[in-house]
């Protein structure tokens, strides 16, 4: 009998997991991707690579999709008109997904993230649920992928809090690479106020493993391809999938499953050229990255009896703190973009936090991880000058002035920076929906995005905005500030006016009940059983730590359960 | 600025408008508009004495950055997305940065409706500008340039200063940071692979480099700090 027939959409952490444990099985697997290759053979550890240490090209949407012609559409709740039609939440469209830019830090959620609403309790307005799965039920497979993308860290090293959260038995594959100098400077500043930093589990290479090289600190890391293959994330499960027989189509771009009496068919795709082909499966794999899954799901139509499909996008709330240093610069351009990170903040029960909850009227909140240490490049520095020099150079906003301020290197020399990754709930009010009137290049819906932070998030970070600025100064920094991720009523003067977090989760949830989640325990559609969720569009809650290690986890751990099921 | 036209010569006018030898995707007078305005923005050594020292704009050749630019889509490959993954600045003895690499059919879509608009953008600022001055932008005074740029005629000036900033500091491949003057000037070494970075360099400090409190920068850390929380 032929194998089975199994389309992934996405070949980025979760489809390409899918398509390995699927490949494995013996399934006939295409992956479609709708961006381009910008590699060599796949199947080697470390195939020929376009990318490069390249500020302008990635400025210029290497990887992502070009907004002239991909726009999306983004409104706050209770906004009728989109505030912004461009770039919103853009990720990688390419082969790889966004692991190909991501800064590769793997931490573990938390057992309060996996049953969130069993262990913390509910939270007024939004859908605080549980996890179809515990800590301990995915914990080994944390071990799985870690050993598979080949991450570094010290366990020993880990602060003993994260630990009793995320209990670990197995030593990573490799240790920890060196330490940056920024990082180092905002470890200390934790150290002096009692706080607990320690180097961050990341997929990055410290030795060579698995046929590729140590990462050599070159320094363009985050928002960046590697050019040498010393960090790989989906890489190193698409290979397998190829090796094991998978087909890659690199700019085959899925626009709907097709589906009769609840079943999928297949789907049909558009080619470089827009030509439209059809493709059968058995099982159609959704790992397009939450909003484009949401979108592809919305734009086939699929089943969707209780109106969930889309609902409780999550981005993460950030906050940031930014730490300028007049006495040495900190060369955050070597290295890996940061290298510690501390929990503290991501405890509901951190010092004084339950107090301000209680005092926003909420039995609890969370903070999230601390990302210790990290600057930008130069252009990104440039453009941030042209915002301050209309009042630093008043009349002439340009000249010896900007060139004073970029030899200063104030905001990346001498920029140290911490970013909180604040946990972010899922709210009903918070969606993904086909813009009504904003198309793309090729004339379908663009995804709009309808999204605003609750009472939980503003005042979590109320909380710790001064917080994060006390490490600043504690790093010894001679001048700090601190200051939200993204704009909202509460916050209107914030780093960005529009979602920009990268970290993009819900819309697809997992549950038991149909009436209340779009997929069964083990990311089966409810209403069409033959489609399925591999990305992190299925999480029912976002965590408080960067989300990818999760989704390659759960996308193991549920192709397993498709694998024997679908057989 | 009237007063100004009403002094230049008719001839000189003519002859700037009729020079239309083309310098890329700009004409002559195009780029020699774009030249001075760009190295107002970004000035060098012989546009500001301040700037003793320290190339511009017009050292680092942004005008053939914008050029190449307006004009990615002639060249093939097209010049928008340089290659990878070395160049041959960090160990590398092939530069496989200075090829581009070619566009695909989606790709090419964006990128001609960019540019498009952008050479519409570059025309219709251009004339602008030599409009403010009466007739050409490139005989104004460095002083009467300044405020005409810093009027942000239509938003021109903004664009300029965007592109001045891609080519002083992008990797020279793209056409300016000629040299790696822009680089060189704000001590940023700029590609590293395949050599990259030491363990030592990537962890210690390389020494006391105390900031200079000039004017400027006292006023953009004020600004940086005026919407600080409290710390606590």
């Known amino acids: ?567 | 600025m009237l007063s100004l036209a009403a002094l230049m010569p008719r001839e000189l006018l003519a002859a700037a408008y009729a020079d239309t030898k083309p310098s890329g995707a700009l004409t002559g007078h195009q780029a020699a508009v774009v030249e001075a305005a760009t190295a107002r923005l970004v000035p060098g050594p012989t546009d500001d004495p301040a700037e003793a020292g320290h190339p511009g704009a017009r050292e680092a050749k942004v005008t053939n950055y914008i050029s190449a630019m307006l004009g990615a889509l002639d060249p093939s490959p097209p010049r928008v997305f340089a290659g990878g993954p070395f160049s041959n600045r960090a160990g590398s003895k092939r530069n496989d940065m200075a090829r581009f690499i070619k566009l695909d059919d989606v790709e090419r879509i964006g990128w001609k409706m960019r540019l498009d608009d952008l050479k519409q953008q570059y025309a219709t600022g251009i004339a602008t500008l030599d409009h403010a001055a009466g007739g050409d932008f490139t005989t104004a005074a460095p002083a009467e340039q300044d405020t005409i740029l810093a009027s942000d005629p239509g938003g021109f000036m903004s664009l300029l200063m965007q592109h001045t900033i891609e080519g002083m500091y992008s990797n020279p491949e793209y056409g300016a940071n000629a040299g790696l003057v822009g680089w060189t000037d704000i001590s940023f070494p700029g590609d590293s692979q395949p050599r990259g970075y030491t363990a030592v360099q990537v962890s210690r400090s390389d020494g006391p480099d105390p900031l200079e409190l000039n004017a400027v920068v006292q006023g953009a850390l004020a600004l940086i700090v005026s919407t600080a929380p409290p710390e606590s």
């Open chain 1, 1 to 567: 009998m032929a194998a089975k027939r199994v389309v992934v959409v996405g070949s980025g952490a979760g489809g390409s997991m899918a398509a390995m444990v699927l490949a494995d099985a013996g399934f006939d697997v295409t992956i479609f991707e709708k961006g381009r290759n910008y590699f060599g053979d796949l199947t080697e550890a470390t195939p020929a690579t376009q990318y490069s240490n390249d500020e302008l090209k990635s400025d210029r949407y290497f990887t992502e999709p070009d907004p002239i012609i991909e726009p999306r559409t983004y409104r706050r709740v209770g906004d009728t008109e989109p505030r912004v039609t461009g770039v919103v939440q853009a990720m990688p469209q390419t082969v790889g997904g966004a692991t190909v830019h991501w800064d590769a830090k793997t931490p573990r959620f938390w057992d309060i993230d996996f049953k969130k609403l069993s262990m913390l309790g509910p939270i007024p307005g939004a859908d605080v649920a549980d996890w179809p799965f515990a800590y301990r039920d995915i914990a080994p497979l944390y071990d799985e992928v870690e050993q598979l993308i080949g991450v570094s860290g010290d366990i020993n090293q880990i602060a003993p809090g994260t630990l009793a959260h995320a209990p670990r038995t197995k030593a990573l594959p490799m240790p920890p690479g060196p330490s940056q100098l920024s990082s180092l400077k905002a470890v200390a500043g934790c150290a002096a106020l009692g706080l607990h930093a320690f180097p961050v589990p990341m997929a990055i290479n410290s030795r060579s493993y698995d046929g590729r090289p140590a990462c050599n600190n070159c320094g363009f890391c985050s928002n960046y391809g590697c050019p040498i293959h010393a960090r790989v994330g989906a890489l190193a499960p698409l290979r397998v999938a190829l090796q094991r027989g998978a087909r890659l189509r690199e700019r085959a771009w899925v626009t709907r499953v097709v589906h009769a009496n609840g079943r999928a068919t297949g789907v049909e795709w558009l080619d470089a050229r827009g030509v439209k082909h059809t493709e059968p499966a058995d099982l159609v794999v959704l790992g397009a990255l939450a909003i484009e899954t949401v979108r592809l799901a919305l734009m086939s139509q699929l089943p969707d009896p209780s109106a969930q499909i889309g609902r409780r996008i999550m981005f993460h709330w950030f906050s940031f703190a930014t730490a300028i240093f007049h006495s040495e610069r900190l060369h955050a351009y070597r290295g890996r973009s940061t290298t510690h990170v501390c929990d503290d903040f991501a405890d509901p029960d951190f010092a004084g936090a339950r107090q301000a909850a209680a005092a926003a009227g909420l039995p609890y909140f969370r903070g999230g991880t601390l990302e210790l240490g990290g600057s930008s490049g130069p252009l990104t520095e440039a453009m941030s000058y042209l915002q301050v020099l209309p009042a630093a150079s008043p009349g002439k906003p340009f000249g010896t002035a900007f060139k004073q301020l970029m030899r200063s290197s104030i905001l990346r020399d001498r920029l140290m920076g911490i970013q909180m990754i604040g946990e972010d709930l899922p709210y009903p009010t918070n969606t993904v929906d086909l813009d009504p009137t904003v198309k793309d290049y090729r004339g379908l819906p663009v995804a709009r995005i309808t999204y605003s932070p609750g009472a939980y998030e503003l005042a979590a970070q109320t909380f710790y905005l001064p917080k994060l600025r006390a490490i600043a100064r504690a790093s010894g920094a001679e001048t700090t500030t601190a200051i939200a991720g993204v704009a909202s009523d509460q916050y209107p003067i914030a780093a960005s006016d529009r979602p920009d977090t990268a970290h993009v989760l819900g819309g697809m949830s997992m549950g038991t009940d149909p009436a209340t989640s779009v997929t069964d325990g083990d990311g089966r559609m409810h209403s069409l059983p033959n489609v399925v969720v591999a990305d992190g569009s299925g999480f029912p809650t976002a965590g408080a730590h960067n989300p990818t290690l999760t989704i390659m986890a759960t996308a193991l751990r549920n192709a397993r359960a498709w694998a024997r099921e679908s057989g």
